[in-house]
């Protein structure tokens, strides 16, 4: 079915892109997810994560950060 409507994109709150967190998850797969747990992926390389990461926030400096510790896609 076609509309005469055209789409829009939804802009995030505060037109803010999100900041993100790249690392490991417990079974060794590259995550990229962000803070806010609105969207993120699994990678097959840290390169592919954090290309996506800088995608996804704009590419601001400070908006991508390396984890210390395990990551979950989920929590």
């Known amino acids: ?5 055209p ?12 900041c993100f967190v790249v690392g490991r ?5 590259w995550i990229a997810r962000d803070e806010e747990g609105h969207s993120g992926g699994v990678f ?3 390169a592919s994560a954090i290309r996506f990461a ?3 926030s704009g590419h601001r400096s400070g ?6 510790a395990r990551l ?3 929590n």
């Not at 079915?1 to 409507?5: F, K, P, R, S």
């Not at 789409?7 to 999100?18: M, W």
């Not at 998850?25 to 797969?29: A, I, M, P, Y």
């Open 1 to 5: 079915m076609e509309t005469d409507m």
């Open 7 to 18: 789409s829009t994109p939804i802009p995030l709150a505060g037109n803010a892109p999100h």
């Open 25 to 29: 998850d417990g079974e060794g797969h």
């Open 44 to 46: 097959a390389d840290k």
């Open 54 to 56: 800088n995608m996804e």
């Open 63 to 68: 908006a991508v950060r390396i984890a210390t």
């Open 72 to 74: 979950s896609l989920f």
